[in-house]
């Protein structure tokens, strides 16, 4: 059967956070122009596609998450004009460009729920979810943001609650009323006649309701987020969206599926369904976390195992139908080399680079997040009065009224809070590390002076950053590392995650290293295999017979089999 080649599968995703990546202006603020100036270096990393956060008109409360005009620009990051011209620019260089959409919920200040919280009859009302205060306390729901986790705000003006599944000034919208999707397939229109090349969905789960707001049913036991994700109507309006805006258009979709489980997958991203081209699980990023709490760290350290099985399963789900999403980090979680590898100077380098070879063999479409490249970790705040992130800030406030204990929260922000994704891009060593002139909205990094830099990196050929381009450039010149099948070896390997990737007489056999201690390993299966070195991040020969290998501390190798 001939390979149907799709341009979104092929390439290479680089995720941009505006307000972190490059000032322009002098007021300590990435914008829009700033993205313009580094294209070229953007451009030089071989990825292909750039997912930029929010950068609509918003008052901030959530970084840009909560739009006030989704046909504006938000005054910090520059003009319409800006970008339009950063849209020009990119396509000029081969760069497409993803914007989010966030249209599970709206800015408190957006013109839509101004009016509506008017009066109960006016127009707009019924754009959102309200529950009239003459029925009683509604139904409990729970909120991400709100400093008491409930979804429900009181508004005296129409002596009414309204539904805000996170922050109280991000009232969520009622997709049940066909007039709000008609304004939101409009937009999207909008954005995609401008030349966007797609949109990264914003907790697009959560947009259906059931809008006689039961409790929360016992089988959820608790959990509020897959009972979020699994509402009557959701596929009936992602469908309806690609029939009436997506299928118009040579683009891409990428849903953020928290709540979603594998049995559920295809539903959002089988062909033949119409709906979504991939989308983001969650099941990766809940692994080094306590249960269902979202944001708190366990206290024993995952395996290897457990990081080999959730790959594979979703490895899997995807054999026949649909297509992954390929992630370790974004701007809702720590560093990739913190969380994932090891950031000790011993071990950083040969981590970060370990898994941008894992990122880039498997199979689904590989998304980094800036600063992933040159290898930048988590900063580790020592005290709230550094941290920025609505969710870290408001968690705070609600242990203190518990009297939980403040200090563990801090040591675990250390490791968990979303400003560790969020510092400034470091681009050189000099105060701010090239990222403004003036003092950043969010501290830098100290470590931008020791090396963990862009130009200090491009200068060195075995640097984290170059590597990177050479692993970029690797899965280019070989499609088998795209499309080709992937299985696991070494099941119970606990040190090494070993799998190869197969297509046609394309055959790759690829070896990680996630320990901190030498592995040594066998490879029966391979006895009659040749093995050709494509790359690896340590210059120790791994190969000590036809099937014995040691590995050094997270070294990585690339092997093509004949």
């Not at 408190?108 to 003459?134: C, G, I, M, T, V």
């Not at 931008?448 to 692993?471: C, P, T």
């Amino acid at each position: 059967m001939e390979l149907a080649r799709t341009w979104w599968k092929e390439g290479i995703v680089y995720q941009i956070y505006p307000r972190s990546f490059q000032d322009t202006t002098g007021n300590g603020i990435g914008d829009i122009q700033g993205i313009i100036k580094r294209l070229d270096y953007i451009k030089s990393l071989g990825v292909d596609i750039i997912w930029l956060c929010p950068v609509y008109k918003s008052p901030n409360d959530d970084n840009g998450y909560d739009i006030s005009d989704y046909r504006n620009i938000m005054e910090e990051f520059g003009t319409m004009s800006d970008f339009d011209s950063l849209l020009e620019e990119m396509h000029a260089r081969d760069l497409k460009l993803v914007m989010d959409l966030v249209v599970n919920h709206t800015s408190d200040e957006h013109h839509w729920f101004q009016e509506s919280r008017k009066s109960r009859e006016n127009p707009y009302r019924d754009y959102y979810h309200w529950w009239p205060a003459e029925k009683g306390t509604p139904p409990k729901r729970f909120s991400y943001f709100d400093v008491d986790g409930n979804a429900w705000k009181y508004d005296e003006l129409t002596d009414s609650y309204y539904l805000h599944y996170f922050s109280v000034k991000q009232p969520d919208l009622k997709w049940e009323n066909p007039k709000v999707r008609q304004e939101i397939y409009d937009m999207m229109h909008f954005w995609f006649k401008k030349g966007v090349d797609g949109f990264r969905m914003d907790v697009i789960p959560f947009i259906s309701k059931d809008i006689n707001y039961p409790e929360l049913p016992a089988e959820y036991n608790g959990n509020f987020v897959p009972f979020y994700a699994n509402g009557p109507k959701l596929h009936d309006y992602l469908h309806e969206m690609n029939q009436e805006v997506l299928s118009k258009y040579d683009i891409m979709t990428v849903g953020e599926t928290p709540g979603v489980a594998r049995d559920q997958a295809l539903l959002f991203v089988d062909e033949e369904r119409k709906e979504l081209n991939m989308f983001f699980h969650f099941e990766l990023m809940s692994l080094d976390r306590d249960g269902d709490e979202v944001f708190w760290m366990r206290e024993d350290k995952w395996k290897l195992t457990e990081f080999k099985k959730i790959h594979s399963d979703w490895d899997e789900t995807f054999a026949e139908k649909g297509w992954g999403s390929m992630f370790l980090s974004n701007h809702d979680n720590p560093r990739t080399v913190s969380r994932w590898g090891n950031d000790s100077p011993q071990h950083w380098h040969n981590s970060a680079t370990m898994l941008h070879t894992f990122l880039l063999t498997m199979k689904g479409t590989p998304y980094f997040y800036y600063g992933d490249e040159i290898g930048m970790s988590n900063i580790r705040f020592d005290t709230i009065d550094d941290y920025q992130d609505i969710n870290t800030l408001n968690r705070y406030e609600l242990l203190k009224q518990q009297g939980v204990d403040l200090d563990t929260f801090i040591e675990n922000e250390k490791e968990a809070s979303r400003d560790n994704g969020r510092t400034p891009m470091q681009w050189d060593n000099s105060e701010n590390a090239g990222f403004s002139g003036a003092k950043p909205w969010l501290k830098v990094h100290p470590n931008h002076i020791n090396g963990l830099n862009v130009a200090e990196q491009e200068k060195d050929k075995d640097s984290v950053l170059n590597y990177f381009k050479k692993m970029v450039q690797l899965r280019k010149d070989h499609l088998g590392l795209v499309y080709g099948d992937y299985q696991l070896l070494l099941k119970d390997n606990e040190q090494v995650y070993a799998y190869t990737r197969s297509m046609d007489d394309e055959n790759y056999l690829i070896l990680l290293s996630f320990s901190e201690e030498k592995a040594n390993l066998e490879l029966d299966d391979l006895a009659s295999s040749t093995l050709d070195l494509l790359i690896s991040n340590d210059s120790h020969v791994a190969l000590k017979g036809s099937i014995d290998f040691e590995l050094n501390p997270y070294q990585a190798c690339v092997y093509k089999l004949s």
